[in-house]
C-alpha cells in the first residue's frame, strides 16, 4: 500500500529503510546464540550444538519486511486514518444495534447449520472445538468483566473459581453420584463462597498487588490440588466424571435414552449439541445478569468504583461489600463454568487450571474493551477461535517437512497475538461506555474519560 | 469562641498527629445548625485534615466530635455515649453521633455527613445524571432489595428509580446543567464540575455539608454563582454548610462563622467581622511574626 | 546443627538468586510502576543464553578451563539479555506507557507467554543439563558422617552476588544515571522537563535488570546445571515475591527479600513439607501484601484525599 503513494503522502523510505535495517541487525543480535545453536542431548547425555544459521536469517528478514510494513502503515495518508477515528456514523450505529441480534441468532442457529451442511460425523469437531469452547470462554469473559471490568478489580487468579467449579461437579457426583443439575448451583455457591473468602482481605490492596495477590491464590489452591491427593486425586486428577444427560435421559445407544425416547437414531453429535446449547444458556443468563445488574444500584456503584473509590465512600457507598459482590459474583459464574467444563470434559487435573488461563481470561476482558459485553465476545472468538484455527495448519506440513509440527507455534502466536493488540487497541475493541440510565438521548462515553479501577 | 446555640456539630480537642507531625492541635469549634461555617487559615494550616476527620477520612489521634442530627444534644447523653463505647445513641430529640468513632462510608449514610473534595472527585466516566444517582445508593439499594429482587424484576424500583431521577433532574436545574445531563461528567467545564460535585453531595440529603475549598479555580461570576447556590441550600433545606474557603469574598460575603487555623491551632473564632479585624488573623495572614513561610490568602491549594 | 547450618547455606544460595531477579523487578516497578511479568523469562532466556555459550566455548572453540568459560558466557549473557530485555521494553511496553494502565500489564503477561514458548519451539521441550562446571566442596564437621557441605558454586554465588550489587547500589546511589532514575522515579514529567532523557532512563533501568537477571540465570546454571522453558514462571513470581517483601522500589530490600525468601523456602521443604514448598512462597506473598503492603523498608503510601 505505501509503495502506490509514496509521492503524495512523502513516506520516508531512506528513513524507513534505515529502520528496518537497524531491527533486523538487533534481531540477528538476539537470535544469536538461542535461534542459531540448538542444543541437543546426545547419547551419552551430554549436550553438543546444533549450528542453524539460516533461521538466523530468516528471523531478521522476517523482521525487516515486518518493520518496513508497520512504518509504511504508521504513515499512510491521512484521510484514511482520519477515517477511522471519526466519530460514530450513522451506519456503524445501526451496526453496533443490530450486532447482538444477529450475532445472537447466528449463535443458535450454529448447530444446526454446522450439522446440516458437514453431516454427523464432520460437525462434531466444529461444535465441540469451536462452538463449545468458544462459549465457555465468553462465559468466563463475561464473568471476570463484572470484576475487572465493571468494578475495576485486577485479578489474576480467576482461574481458581473455574477449578473450584470443575471440582465441584467432578467430586459430588463421583462421591455422592449427585447429578448434574443439583451440581451446577452448589458449584456456584461453592466459588461464591470461595471469592468471599479469598477475597475479604484482599480487597483493600489496590492495582497491581491485588492482581498479584489474586495470581498466588490462584496459585496455592492448584497446588493444593496438585498435592493433596487424598482429596483431588493429584496430578491424575478425578476421571471417570458422570456424562451429562437430558434432564435424566442419557446420551448413549442403550434403551431409555435421549435418542430412544426421542425416535432418533443415535449418533454422538447429540450431546454436544446438547452441550453447546447449555453453555449457551448459561453464558446468555451471565449476561443478561450483568446486564440487569448494571441498571440496578449495586451495578451502578461497581462503576463508580472503578472511577473513583473515595469519592464513592464520601457518597456513603460501602465499598468493601460492594468489591465483595463483584468477587462473588464473578467467582459464582466461573464456578458454573467450571461444573459444565467438568461435565463436557469428564475427567478433570489441576493441568487445566493454570496461570496461562487465567491471563486468557483477562486477555479476553481487557482485549474486549473493559466493561463491554459485546466486546468480550468478540475478543473471545478472536483469541480462542484463532489459535483453535492453528491447529488446522497441518497442511503446513507439505512445506517445512513432517518435523514440522504448527500445534507448538499456537501459545508462541497467541502471546505474541497479546502484545501486537494491546499495542494495536490499547483501550480494546469496544473502548465506548454505555451510560446505564439517560434523561433524553444515550450518548456513549468516550474511552479516554472512563477510568480503568485502582484495585 | 462564638458560642453557638444550636449546635450541629460539636468539634472538642481534635487533635491529628502524622508520625511526629502534629497538623491539628487541640481543635475545639462548633457548627451552628442552620449555618455557613467558614474554616480559614494560610495554606499547611490542617484545614483539610480537619475535613477529614470529620468525614472519617483520617481517624483522629485524640479528640471528640459529636453531631446531633436534630434538636439540642445534652451534655449528658454525649456523655453517656462517650462512655458507652458505641458510635450513636438514640434520642427521642434526635439522634447522635460520634463521627471519630465511624469509618467514612458510615458518616455519609448513617450521619449524613456529605463532602466535595479540594481537587474535584467527579466520576468522570459516568454522565451527570448518573453521577447523581449514584448518590442516592442507599435508599435506592433498599428499594432494589439489595439487588435481589431487582435483578428478578420484583417489587418497586422502578418506581423509586423515577424518584431518584426527578430529585436528579430538579437539582440539575438549579445548577443549571439539565441540558447536560446525558454528558459525561469529565466533559463539563471547571466551574460546572464545581456546581456538580455540590448538587452531587446534596443529592445524600446531608445535614452537614462540607465543601473543600468550592471557590478555588472559579471566575468571579462563577463565584457569584456559587454564593447564591449555597444562600439557597441554606435557605431550602436543613443543611448546615461547614466551608474550607481562601476567596474572602466569599468567606465574608456568606458565613455567618468564621473559624481560623493557623499551624494545626484555633487563633479566632467569631462573626466574620469580628475575625476580619483580629489581630492575630491579620499577622498569620500578613505574617507579621514569621513572614518567612506564610504564603498570602489566595494561595494554591495544600 | 549441621543440617541447619546446611540448609542455611542452600537458602543463602538460593535466595541469592533470588534477590539478583527481584532487583530487575524492584526498579522496573520503581521507575514505572509496572510489574513486568516477563522479568522470570527473561532471567530464564538468559540462563539459557549462558548455556549454550558455554557448551559453544567449550566445544566448538575448546577451552579447557571450565570456569574460564563459565565467565565468559556470563559476560556474553549479560550483554545479549540486556539487549534483549531492551528490545522487549522498545516493542512491548514503550509505545503503551501513558496509555491505560493495565495495557502493559496484559501486553507484559503475553511477552511472557512469547518468551517461554519461544524457547520451547526453538531449544525444544526437554530440560537441558550440563555437568560439572564446578562441582567441588569445601568439607565441615565429621568425616564420614553427617558433615556440612559448601559447594564451590555456592562461594562463586555469594561473592558474585555481593560484588555486583555493591556496583549497582554505587551507580543508582551516586552517579548521574542513578539521580537520573530517581527523579523518573517521583515525576517523570518533572523530570523531562528538567532536561532528563526519560526513555532513555527507562531503557537503561530495562537493561540494568536484564543484565542482573543474567547473572542470576547463569549462577542458577551453577547451581543446578540444569534449566527448562517453564523455569522463569515460578522464581519470577518468587523474586517478585522478594520485591514486594524487601519493600518494592528499594535495592537492598530485594536482596534482604530474596535471601528470606530463599531461606524459608529451603527451611520448609526441610522442616515441613516439600510438595507445598511454593505455598510457602505464594503464602508469604499473600500475607506481606496484606499486612506490610509496603515491605521491610519500603515507604509507606499515605492515601492522599
Known amino acids: ?455 | 469562641m462564638l458560642s453557638v446555640s444550636n449546635p450541629l456539630l460539636v468539634v472538642e480537642h481534635l487533635t491529628m498527629r502524622f508520625g511526629g507531625l502534629i497538623a491539628v492541635n487541640d481543635l475545639s469549634f462548633s457548627v451552628g445548625r442552620g449555618d455557613i461555617t467558614a474554616l480559614i487559615g494560610p495554606n499547611g494550616a490542617g484545614k483539610t485534615t480537619v475535613f477529614n476527620c470529620v468525614t472519617g477520612f483520617y481517624k483522629p489521634t485524640e479528640g471528640r466530635l459529636a453531631l446531633a442530627r436534630s434538636g439540642i444534644a445534652a451534655a449528658q447523653d454525649v456523655a453517656d455515649l462517650t462512655q458507652s463505647g458505641a458510635q450513636h445513641k438514640q434520642m427521642p430529640s434526635g439522634d447522635i453521633y460520634l463521627l471519630e468513632r465511624m469509618p467514612d462510608f458510615r458518616i455519609a449514610h448513617k450521619a449524613k455527613v456529605a463532602r466535595t473534595f479540594q481537587n474535584i472527585r467527579l466520576f468522570q466516566g459516568m454522565t451527570v445524571l448518573e453521577n447523581l444517582i449514584i448518590a442516592q445508593h442507599n435508599p435506592l439499594m433498599v428499594a432494589s432489595g439489595f439487588s435481589i429482587l431487582g435483578v428478578l424484576g420484583i417489587g418497586g424500583y422502578k418506581a423509586s428509580e423515577q424518584q431518584a431521577v426527578e430529585k436528579a433532574k430538579s437539582w440539575l436545574e438549579r445548577i443549571g446543567l439539565i441540558d447536560r445531563a446525558d454528558d459525561p461528567a469529565g466533559e463539563l467545564p471547571y466551574g460546572a464540575q464545581r456546581r456538580l460535585e455540590i448538587a452531587r453531595a446534596m443529592c445524600t440529603d446531608p445535614v452537614l455539608l462540607c465543601l473543600d475549598e468550592p471557590a478555588a479555580g472559579l471566575n468571579p461570576k462563577e463565584s457569584l454563582e456559587l454564593n447564591t447556590l449555597l444562600r439557597s441550600i441554606r435557605a431550602d433545606h436543613s443543611t448546615s454548610v461547614l466551608l474550607i474557603e481562601h476567596d474572602m469574598s466569599v468567606v465574608m460575603g456568606i458565613s455567618d462563622h468564621v473559624v481560623v487555623l493557623d499551624y494545626g491551632t484555633k487563633i479566632a473564632d467569631g462573626t466574620p467581622s469580628e475575625v476580619r479585624n483580629d489581630p492575630k488573623v491579620i499577622a498569620a495572614y500578613l505574617g507579621v511574626d514569621d513572614g518567612d513561610e506564610m504564603n498570602p490568602a489566595h494561595g494554591g491549594a495544600k | 546443627m549441621e543440617v541447619f547450618l546446611q540448609q542455611l547455606i542452600n537458602g543463602l544460595t538460593l535466595g541469592s538468586i533470588y534477590g539478583l531477579i527481584a532487583i530487575g523487578y524492584t526498579m522496573v516497578f520503581g521507575i514505572i510502576g509496572m510489574v513486568n511479568f516477563a522479568h522470570g523469562d527473561v532471567f530464564m532466556l538468559s540462563s539459557f543464553i549462558g548455556l549454550i555459550i558455554y557448551v559453544a566455548i567449550t566445544q566448538l572453540l575448546g577451552l579447557s578451563s571450565p570456569m574460564f568459560a563459565f565467565l565468559l558466557a556470563l559476560a556474553a549473557s549479560m550483554v545479549l539479555t540486556s539487549l534483549w530485555n531492551w528490545s522487549i521494553e522498545r516493542v512491548a511496553y514503550r509505545p503503551l506507557r501513558g496509555s491505560f494502565r493495565l495495557a502493559p500489564l496484559i501486553s507484559a503477561i503475553g511477552m511472557s507467554i512469547f518468551l517461554s514458548n519461544f524457547v520451547q519451539v526453538v531449544q525444544g521441550p526437554r530440560s537441558k543439563s550440563i555437568n560439572g562446571i564446578l562441582s567441588g566442596t569445601f568439607n565441615f564437621g565429621a568425616d564420614g558422617g553427617f558433615g556440612v557441605s559448601l559447594p564451590y558454586s555456592s562461594i562463586v554465588i555469594f561473592f558474585v552476588t555481593v560484588i555486583l550489587l555493591a556496583i549497582f547500589w554505587y551507580i543508582v546511589q551516586r552517579t548521574p544515571l542513578g539521580r537520573a532514575q530517581r527523579a523518573c522515579e517521583q515525576d517523570r514529567k518533572m523530570a523531562s522537563l528538567l532536561g532528563i532523557d526519560v526513555d532513555a532512563t527507562i531503557s537503561i533501568t530495562f537493561v540494568m535488570g536484564a543484565a542482573l537477571a543474567a547473572v542470576a540465570g547463569c549462577l542458577y546454571l551453577l547451581k543446578y546445571g540444569s534449566v527448562n522453558f517453564a523455569d522463569g514462571f515460578l522464581p519470577g513470581v518468587k523474586a517478585f515475591t522478594a520485591a514486594v517483601l524487601g519493600g518494592i522500589g528499594s535495592l537492598p530490600g530485594a536482596v534482604i527479600g530474596g535471601l528470606l525468601i530463599g531461606l524459608i523456602e529451603v527451611f520448609w521443604s526441610y522442616y515441613i513439607s516439600t510438595d507445598y514448598k511454593d505455598v510457602a512462597a505464594f503464602s508469604i506473598l499473600a500475607v506481606t501484601l496484606i499486612f506490610l503492603p509496603s515491605g521491610i523498608l519500603g515507604r509507606p503510601e499515605v492515601e492522599k484525599v
Not at chain 1, 457518597?315 to 461489600?321: D, E, H, P, Q
Not at chain 1, 462473588?328 to 464456578?335: C, D, I, V
Open chain 1, 1 to 455: 500500500m505505501a509503495t502506490t503513494n509514496k509521492n503524495d503522502d512523502g513516506f520516508n523510505w531512506a528513513f524507513a529503510l534505515k529502520e528496518a535495517a537497524f531491527a533486523a541487525i538487533i534481531t540477528a543480535g538476539l537470535s544469536f546464540p538461542i535461534l542459531a545453536l540448538r542444543t541437543d542431548m546426545d547419547i551419552s547425555n551430554k549436550l553438543i550444538l546444533n549450528q542453524r544459521w539460516s533461521w538466523l536469517i530468516v528471523a531478521a528478514v522476517l523482521v525487516f519486511v515486518g518493520r518496513l510494513a508497520v512504518l509504511s502503515y504508521a504513515a499512510r495518508p491521512k484521510s484514511t486514518r482520519a477515517a477511522s477515528t471519526a466519530p460514530q456514523s450513522d451506519s456503524s450505529k445501526f451496526i453496533a444495534k443490530w450486532i447482538s441480534a444477529v450475532g445472537l441468532l447466528a449463535l443458535f442457529l450454529f448447530p444446526i447449520v454446522v450439522t446440516s451442511a458437514l453431516g454427523g460425523q464432520g460437525a462434531l469437531k466444529w461444535i465441540n472445538n469451536y462452538g463449545v469452547q468458544i462459549m465457555i470462554y465468553i462465559m468466563l469473559g463475561w464473568g471476570l468483566n463484572i470484576v475487572v471490568g465493571l468494578a475495576g478489580l485486577l485479578d489474576l487468579g480467576y482461574v481458581a473459581f473455574y477449578a473450584v467449579g470443575a471440582y465441584a461437579y467432578a467430586l459430588l457426583s463421583t462421591h455422592y453420584g449427585l447429578s448434574f443439575w443439583i451440581c451446577l448451583p452448589l458449584a456456584g455457591i461453592l466459588a461464591a463462597t470461595w471469592g468471599v473468602i479469598l477475597g475479604f482481605p484482599v480487597l483493600r490492596l489496590r492495582g497491581d498487588y491485588l492482581a498479584i495477590v489474586t495470581l498466588a491464590f490462584g496459585e496455592i489452591i492448584r497446588i493444593v490440588l496438585i498435592n493433596w491427593v487424598d482429596f483431588s486425586g493429584g496430578y491424575a486428577g478425578v476421571s471417570s466424571i458422570p456424562r451429562i444427560t437430558f434432564f435424566g435421559l442419557p446420551f448413549n445407544d442403550n434403551v431409555g435414552s435421549f435418542s430412544n425416547f426421542f425416535g432418533l437414531t443415535y449418533s454422538p453429535i447429540h450431546r454436544t449439541i446438547f452441550l453447546f446449547y447449555l453453555i449457551l444458556c448459561l453464558a446468555l443468563l451471565t449476561n443478561y445478569v450483568t446486564m440487569r445488574l448494571r441498571r440496578l444500584p449495586v451495578g451502578r456503584a461497581w462503576e463508580a468504583l472503578r472511577e473513583d473509590e473515595i469519592a464513592c465512600r464520601s457518597l456513603g457507598i460501602n465499598t468493601t461489600s460492594t468489591k465483595l459482590t463483584a468477587f462473588a459474583l464473578g467467582a459464582m459464574f466461573a464456578g458454573f463454568a467450571g461444573s459444565f467444563f467438568a461435565v463436557r470434559q469428564g475427567f478433570v487435573s489441576p493441568e487445566s487450571f493454570t496461570f496461562l488461563e487465567s491471563a486468557t481470561i483477562l486477555a479476553i476482558v481487557v482485549l474486549g474493551g473493559m466493561g463491554s459485553q459485546i466486546g468480550v465476545a468478540i475478543a473471545a472468538v478472536v483469541l480462542i477461535g484463532g489459535t483453535e484455527l492453528l491447529r488446522e495448519l497441518e497442511w503446513t506440513k507439505q512445506i517445512f517437512g513432517q518435523d514440522f509440527d504448527p500445534a507448538q507455534y499456537r501459545s508462541l502466536i497467541f502471546g505474541a497475538a497479546m502484545v501486537i493488540m494491546m499495542i494495536w487497541k490499547p483501550r480494546g475493541i469496544v473502548s465506548t461506555r454505555e451510560p446505564s440510565i439517560f434523561l433524553k438521548e444515550k450518548k456513549s462515553v468516550s474511552g479516554d474519560l472512563v477510568a480503568e479501577g485502582h484495585g
